[in-house]
């Protein structure tokens, strides 16, 4: 490649960004002296079974995920779980990272693609706390310019390693799970009240209501039934059913108050199950999608029927994941919860419903 070429594909590089920057990779990449390094691994000598610890860091925010005994926890969370297959699955990617190419960068590109203090630091850490492998991840990678890069999921990303700041490469995977928002790693595991018999709501302002019922297959009863009034089975169905599979949607920080997150003066749900178990909500204010929430169980499992003793077995099974869940400050889906914070006269049959 003449110097005049060079020139020119510089030139390029300061007005299209990035995508240049391909074209440069591209053209170079014969007489390049890092050609060698092509399909050469990211992370040399980084092994899944030495992974104690991984740091992302951003400019606002950081997260630390964290092994313990046989688990991965959040640090930033108090330990909360995290889900095991996101770890596994950003480890392995991780290691499995290729060389795509690379080229040398001044400071005002290494800037601009945010390779510098403005972009995604991490670092994989062994058991003695000391760096196995680190790297600094960039913008995405697009082979062809998106309508919008921020949403759009990339094909690959500008990464450096440290000691060579001054060399750009760009890999295959853009890294969408290198985030510090601790939604994206958390164990989405709730709890799961079945076989509900009875289920108190109590607002914080007093208001209330109760539904009850004597088995699995009755029909619920609204407790306290005054003159005509007559339950909407189907939003008593919906209602207890709802606490049947919570799912969670991320977990509050350690430190935040009841004051800030509305559970000083909660709405209080209270269902016990037929199982012999009662699982007492506490929901606080809503969180854009989010309601924040406390979650205690009591009592011991004491399934009946036929099935009795494969139920007790999966309960135990859970059981104590749930009963773990008291230590934490979750956020649970608005959607999940919809059908339980009604009021009590959003229970009741329409009068055309009754006629009918």
Do not use: C, H
């Not at 601009?112 to 680190?134: N, S």
């Not at 164990?187 to 699995?216: C, H, L, N, Q, Y």
């Not at 399934?303 to 956020?331: H, M, Q």
Request: hydrophobic residues 40%.
């Amino acid at each position: 490649m003449n110097a005049r070429i060079a020139g020119v594909l510089v030139v390029l590089l300061i007005a299209l960004g990035g995508g240049a920057l391909l074209v440069f990779q591209q053209q170079g990449a014969r007489d390049s002296a890092d050609g060698g390094t092509l399909g050469q691994p990211l992370l040399k000598g980084l092994q899944a079974s030495q992974v104690a610890s991984i740091v992302i860091r951003q400019p606002k925010d950081a997260i630390t995920i964290a092994r313990k005994d046989e688990r991965w926890t959040i640090a930033e969370r108090g330990g909360f779980p995290a889900d095991i297959d996101k770890v596994r699955e950003f480890v392995v990617k991780a290691i499995a990272l290729k060389i795509g190419q690379s080229e040398p960068i001044g400071e005002k590109d290494r800037a601009r693609l945010l390779l510098d203090a403005g972009g995604t630091g991490i670092e994989f850490l062994g058991a003695d706390g000391k760096p196995l492998a680190r790297l600094a991840a960039g913008r995405k990678y697009f082979k062809a310019e998106p309508e919008n890069a921020e949403k759009a999921n990339g094909d690959g990303r500008y990464v450096a390693l440290p000691g060579d700041e001054k060399r750009v490469i760009v890999i295959s995977d853009p890294l969408t799970q290198a985030s510090t928002r601790s939604a994206d790693w958390i164990s989405k595991a709730g709890f799961a009240a079945e076989k509900v018999k009875t289920m108190e709501v109590r607002a914080a302002d007093g208001a209330s209501w109760k539904i009850e019922r004597p088995g699995d297959n009755a029909d619920w009863k609204l407790a306290g039934a005054r003159g005509d009034e007559k339950l909407d089975s189907s939003r008593a169905n919906a209602a207890s059913y709802s606490l049947s599979l919570i799912e969670l949607a991320d977990v509050a920080p350690a430190d935040a108050k009841p004051e800030a997150t509305g559970l000083d003066k909660p709405m209080v749900v209270t269902a016990a199950t037929l199982d012999g178990l009662t699982y007492t909500l506490k929901i606080g204010r809503l969180e854009g999608q989010n309601y924040f929430a406390t979650v205690a169980i009591a009592g011991e499992p004491k399934p009946e029927g036929k099935d009795a003793e494969e139920r007790l077995k999966k309960i135990n099974e859970r059981l104590p994941r749930e009963k773990a869940l008291a230590a934490f400050t979750l956020l649970i889906p608005k959607s999940k919860l919809d059908d339980v914070v009604r009021k009590r006269a959003d229970l009741l049959a329409k009068k055309e419903e009754k006629k009918k």
